[in-house]
């Protein structure tokens, strides 16, 4: 299991990854599974913005490719911005589909130029979400 200083190096380290040149705002992402693995991600924008795909949502989508799919523990959220990185919704909604899915509650560290803020699972970034039982 990587430290939090560790999971937070490592998504770091993929801001240098980022695609950004139109917002110029890399973002950085590192999500770690039950069993130790992690998987990184960077956003990655487009000139078709709807098309950009963000840190977050790499990692994920990596993570999953490999097997991953309902073992996600923790991801690390880092940006340079003055307050937390936030993640935006698209990524709260595929972060939320684990965790009520299976019922996996899953750790969001945002980092930012003050620290570290921890939420204890995804549902608080996303109340009131719209998830598979919405479809019955």
Same mark, same amino acid.
């Given at each position: 299991?990587?430290?939090?200083?560790?999971?937070? /190096?490592?998504?770091? /380290?993929?801001?240098?990854? &980022? +695609?950004?040149? +139109?917002?110029?705002?890399?973002? *950085?992402? /590192?999500?770690?599974?039950?069993? %130790?693995?992690?998987?990184? *991600?960077?956003?990655?924008?487009?000139?078709?913005?709807?098309?950009?795909?963000?840190? !977050?949502?790499?990692?994920?989508?990596? /993570?999953?490719? !490999?097997?991953?799919?309902?073992?996600?523990?923790?991801? &690390?959220?880092? @940006?340079?911005?003055?307050? +937390?990185?936030?993640?935006? *919704? &698209?990524?709260?909604?595929?972060?939320? !589909?684990? !965790?009520?899915?299976?019922?996996?509650?899953?750790?969001?560290?945002? $980092? @930012?130029?003050? *620290?570290? $803020?921890?939420?204890?699972?995804? %549902?608080?970034?996303?109340?009131?979400?719209?998830?598979?039982? &919405?479809?019955?």
């Amino acid at each position: 299991m990587a430290t939090l200083e560790e999971l937070k /190096a490592k998504a770091v /380290a993929m801001l240098d990854m &980022a +695609y950004v040149p +139109y917002s110029h705002f890399p973002v *950085g992402a /590192a999500l770690e599974c039950e069993d %130790g693995a992690v998987f990184t *991600g960077c956003n990655i924008e487009n000139s078709s913005f709807g098309l950009t795909i963000c840190a !977050e949502r790499t990692a994920l989508v990596k /993570a999953v490719s !490999e097997g991953h799919r309902d073992d996600w523990k923790r991801i &690390a959220v880092v @940006g340079n911005s003055a307050d +937390y990185c936030w993640p935006c *919704g &698209a990524c709260r909604q595929v972060m939320l !589909e684990t !965790e009520k899915r299976f019922k996996q509650p899953m750790r969001v560290l945002l $980092y @930012g130029k003050k *620290g570290i $803020y921890e939420l204890k699972n995804v %549902g608080e970034l996303l109340p009131l979400s719209f998830d598979a039982s &919405a479809m019955k």
